[in-house]
Each structure stands twice: as structure tokens, then as C-alpha cells.
């Protein structure tokens, strides 16, 4: 039998940081909203108890570190499964790019093994074990649009989205997110982003008052480490964005933009300059 399902990559709106924890994670406010760039999982049965992953990109690892591996391991440990299983990741959401993609991955191998393997466990389960496996995998297990507090993994699902095109640009760059939170320093951060004002203007359906609204503490660490994403950013305004930030640790940059006449210019506009452009919907 074959399951397969699609791991949509997400975007914060607004990102803050109140302070470091004494258990070295950082206590966060974010809202986080997925859009149409999605890496898409096949997951056959092998009768052999084994986990085997696959994928067509060269760049990510095949092996435990993957975290597909590590949702497919964490469920057949805790409910005793002796089948084992092949996952293929057609991989679409480009790599470190502050898009999730991993997470995203192991999410929807939660979901989708749940049903291969017929264990009955509900979204709220699925969302105990991601917080396992990563601070953002917990989101990515159900998706939508949301309030996380803690260090990621503790959600209130706020309404959707206002519909619009979301074009994203990754500089050709690595940015690591254990570097970007290490240099952070939480008790200095000049602006703090408010998740009540970001929450309320999603929730009213503003699209002007969510582009108005967006913030990133972390902007301040990745913009100083890589000036081409502050570039990148002045680019997508100065091409018509209506709303522009860097996602979670970047150094994937995200324009939202309502008019469809709008997008191609701004896609065409970044191409110049950035080989990693996508133009896609928001999801709802
Ligand atoms: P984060 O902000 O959580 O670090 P990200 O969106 O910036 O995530 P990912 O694409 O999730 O970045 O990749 C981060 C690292 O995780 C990569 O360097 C890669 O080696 C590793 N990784 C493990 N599993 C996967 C996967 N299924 N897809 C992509 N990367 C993976």
C-alpha cells in the first residue's frame, strides 16, 4: 500500500523573541501561515523492518539526521509497528532556507504513516510526538494560520490568511538557525513585533494591516551576517510588494502581494538577480 501527502512550506508573519530560557531555547511569539510551495511524500509499506528514505535532491541527508526518518522511527518505537516503510521526498521547498522544510517533512510523514499503518492517533497526538522531533513541526502537522508561544510548539489556530500571492527569493546562501538565535541578543532588541496587533489584523481579513504589521526580530542578526538579503529585501519593495520580510532565520525573503498584475514583474524583477524565485498562493 502507498500513502502520500504534501508538506507545505510555511512563513512566519511576525517573529519575536522575549527572552533565553534557562534550558538554552528561546521563549518566541510567532504567527506562522503556510503557502503553495510544497515538497510532496510517497510513503510505500516494505514488509522488511527496516526505514529507507529516498529523494531526487542531492543536498539533504538520506540517513536518521533526516527528519522524515526520525517521525517514521519515533512512531514505530512508541507503537511497537514491525512493518517498515519507503519514503520518497520529492523535494520542492528549497533547502535551510527558513521555510521549514524539514519539519514540514516530518509533519506530514506523522500524518501520513498514521494512516498507512492504521494507528488511529489524533491531530493532538500527531502535534505531542512532532514536538519531539522539532519546535516547528507541531504547526506543520496541521497547518493553517496560527499563534505559537513557547518555543514554537504551543499553538492557538487564529482565522486564515487574507488570500494573496506570496513570491519567495533565497539568496544563494546558508544560514544557520543555531548561529542566527546564538547571536541574538534577546535583551537588546531595539522593536519588538506585536503577535496581538498581527493576530487582530488577520483576523479582520486586513490585508494592508497584515503587510503593515510584519516583523522579525531576527532580521536584525541575518541582515548584519548577509547585507543580500537586506538587498533582496529593498528589491521586492522597490518592485511593488505590498508587505516584504525574511522568513523565520532566513534567508528566504517573502513579498505578499494582492494584485495578480503585480506578481509577474516582481518575479521577473528578482530573477535579475536570484536564481531561487517562486511565485505562489497563500494557502488557507
Ligand atoms: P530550520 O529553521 O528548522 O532550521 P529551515 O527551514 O531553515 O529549518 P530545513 O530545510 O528544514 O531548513 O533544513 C535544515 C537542515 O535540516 C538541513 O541542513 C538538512 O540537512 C536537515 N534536514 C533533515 N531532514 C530534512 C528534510 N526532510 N528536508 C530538508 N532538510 C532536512
Not at 500500500?1 to 521563549?27: Q, S, T, W
Not at 514536538?131 to 496560527?146: H, I
Amino acid at each position: 500500500m502507498k500513502m502520500y501527502e504534501k508538506a507545505p512550506a510555511k512563513i512566519n508573519l511576525m517573529l519575536d523573541v522575549l527572552h533565553k530560557r534557562p534550558d538554552g531555547f528561546h521563549e518566541v511569539e510567532m504567527i506562522m501561515t503556510m503557502v503553495d510551495l510544497a515538497d510532496r511524500l510517497e510513503m510505500s509499506e516494505l514488509r522488511r523492518d527496516t526505514i529507507i528514505i529516498s529523494s531526487q535532491a542531492g543536498y539533504i541527508p538520506l540517513d536518521e539526521k533526516n527528519l522524515a526518518f526520525q517521525a517514521a522511527k519515533l512512531l514505530k518505537e512508541r507503537y511497537g509497528v514491525k512493518q517498515g516503510v519507503h519514503i520518497h521526498l520529492d523535494k520542492k521547498i528549497p533547502v535551510a532556507a527558513g521555510l521549514a522544510g524539514g519539519s514540514s517533512d516530518a509533519a506530514a510523514a506523522l500524518r501520513g504513516l498514521n494512516r498507512l499503518w492504521q494507528l488511529g492517533l489524533s491531530s493532538e497526538e500527531l502535534q505531542e510526538l512532532g514536538a519531539e522531533l522539532g519546535s516547528d513541526v507541531p504547526f506543520c502537522v496541521t497547518g493553517g494560520t496560527a499563534l505559537a508561544t513557547g518555543r514554537g510548539e504551543k499553538l492557538t489556530p487564529i482565522a486564515s490568511m487574507p488570500q494573496c500571492w506570496v513570491v519567495l527569493a533565497k539568496p544563494p546562501i546558508n544560514v544557520s538557525t543555531a548561529e542566527v538565535y546564538g547571536k541574538l541578543r534577546a535583551d537588546r532588541i531595539a522593536v519588538h513585533p506585536s503577535a496581538r496587533l498581527m493576530q487582530e489584523a488577520v483576523e479582520a481579513g486586513d490585508f494592508q494591516a497584515v503587510c503593515g504589521r510584519l516583523g522579525n526580530v531576527l532580521e536584525e542578526v541575518t541582515l548584519k551576517l548577509h547585507p543580500e538579503v537586506q538587498q533582496l529585501k529593498e528589491a521586492m519593495i522597490r518592485l511593488g510588494a505590498d508587505g516584504v520580510l525574511m522568513s523565520g532565520s532566513g534567508p528566504t525573503v517573502f513579498g505578499l502581494v494582492s494584485k495578480q498584475s503585480k506578481v509577474a514583474r516582481i518575479y521577473n524583477g528578482l530573477r535579475g538577480f536570484c536564481k531561487e524565485v517562486y511565485a505562489v498562493r497563500s494557502l488557507t
